[in-house]
């Protein structure tokens, strides 16, 4: 198909996106508050959760383990002090465990030093004891014996040292395995990661002899939520900003920064908002990257569609006119862009792992929907206004910047680049005969710029 069909496809495309523009901006704002209104039920997936296809081994493997011990995650509070055999720090080990099964959902099993159980052989065989099951004592002697207790002989003959607490007494564990999650994994996970949360920041465990640092994928999604996305909030924040920037810029036009700030919100908005009526949870590590592709894509389109309308109305004055040739001239060159970016974000979504395909299902349709937001609302909004007289200082460009490259080319025309072609009955055709007529068209069919032997 020729460029000059497809420009008048676009261009009576433009005819009646001017003729209804009433209807078309009616439709848009109906859409993109239903579609906004989804934004309530708008929920992010934590965790390395669907990282890996349901094939994977590690996935099998998961599945396997759950079967046998129910779930596969687990709460930990590393313990560091002094001494963790000290008698005030086992009372507080202790508290802390008791809080941890009473407050915990799901708590299944707790493992510490108050809790654990320790096989000794005997004359029978063994028996399991528990050093403090008799309560923690005041005395340092007693409390000197079981620590020897515990720590006798060395880590390839005592399991506890090194992995419940390590040799200079300084560090120990308190672990607790969780039962099965009764609903969704990630809504349970973050209520479990909470309660850990605040356990460990309540007053009785802010102590400047002991310090407490909680771990888990539950306690890992917990501080994800608390510090990473008031971070990517920030970004998102700052990089709409520099659009806005970048719009003041290029356009210097009120209307040219507010429509297409719109029509980016709005754009973004409809998706996220769509993609979670139908339950698609957005991946909390890629979140931001949808966001801002749309940001960027939605400045470059802009400034194409404002400048190429400047561009008209500077030369006609007539508003709907104007309009209808920006659409004839942008239509395609523009689609064509967002066609290749969205071919290729969608082939992420062939991969099998849900971050990846969530970031090449979502960033393909905010690049599509910021298209289609700016290519429709931009000409519609400025057809609106009255006409003025046209302004023959702008005959060959929209801004003094249009004007600087238009006069620069001028300049390379005329010099033929610098007197590097050979001269002759046509330099182009010696230098470019493959490409002789498109090197003729834009240098050689100028005054003087050949010679004439009546085959041009």
């Not at 404002?306 to 942008?330: D, H, P, W």
């Not at 090197?439 to 004439?452: A, M």
Request: aromatic letters at 12%; charged letters at 20%; hydrophobic letters at 45%.
């Amino acid at each position: 198909m020729k460029i000059s069909k497809i420009n008048a496809f676009f261009r009576r495309l433009g005819e009646l996106q001017i003729k209804y523009r009433l209807y078309v901006l009616t439709v848009f704002i109906i859409v993109t508050v239903v579609c906004a209104a989804g934004l309530a039920k708008f929920k992010i997936a934590n965790g390395s959760e669907g990282w890996y296809g349901s094939g994977d081994q590690l996935n099998i493997n998961k599945e396997k383990y759950e079967a046998v011990f129910g779930n596969s995650h687990g709460l930990g509070v590393l313990v560091c002090a002094d001494d963790v055999f000290s008698e005030e720090i086992l009372t507080m080990i202790q508290h802390l465990g008791d809080r941890m099964m009473a407050e915990i959902p799901y708590a299944d099993k707790l493992t510490s030093l108050v809790e654990v159980d320790i096989p000794v052989g005997n004359e029978e065989g063994f028996e399991v004891v528990k050093p403090y099951s008799k309560g923690i004592p005041s005395d340092p002697e007693a409390l000197r014996e079981r620590k020897e207790f515990i720590m006798r002989g060395t880590e390839k003959t005592n399991s506890l040292i090194n992995s419940l607490v390590n040799t200079a007494g300084t560090e120990t564990w308190i672990n607790l395995s969780l039962l099965p999650y009764g609903g969704e994994a990630d809504e349970e996970s973050l209520e479990v990661g909470y309660a850990l949360e605040d356990i460990l920041q309540s007053p009785e465990f802010q102590s400047s002899s002991f310090k407490l640092y909680g771990s888990g994928q539950p306690y890992s999604d917990v501080q994800e939520e608390l510090y990473e996305f008031p971070d990517f909030a920030l970004r998102v924040i700052l990089g709409f900003c520099v659009m806005l920037v970048c719009l003041i810029i290029f356009v210097r036009t009120v209307l040219g920064v507010i429509i297409p700030a719109l029509a980016t919100v709005g754009a973004i908005a409809s998706v996220l908002g769509g993609m979670a009526y139908v339950g698609v949870k957005a991946d909390s590590s890629l979140i931001t990257l949808p966001i801002l592709l749309g940001i960027a894509l939605s400045i470059g389109y802009s400034v194409h569609y404002i400048n190429m309308f400047k561009l008209f109305f500077y030369r006609t004055g007539k508003r709907l006119e104007s309009a209808v040739n920006t659409i004839e001239e942008c239509g395609w060159s523009v689609f064509f862009t967002v066609l290749t970016t969205v071919a290729s974000l969608i082939s992420f979504a062939l991969v099998d792992m849900r971050p990846v395909a969530w970031v090449g299902q979502t960033a393909s349709l905010v690049v599509l929907a910021v298209y289609l937001y700016v290519a429709i609302l931009i000409p519609i909004f400025l057809s609106f206004g009255k006409d003025s007289s046209p302004n023959p200082k702008y005959d060959k460009g929209a801004t003094r910047v249009d004007m600087a490259f238009s006069r620069w080319a001028d300049v390379v025309q005329r010099k033929r680049f610098l007197g590097i072609l050979p001269m002759g009955r046509c330099g182009a055709e010696k230098a470019f005969p493959y490409h002789h007529n498109f090197f003729c068209s834009n240098v050689c069919l100028r005054p003087g710029n050949y010679e004439d032997t009546g085959q041009l």
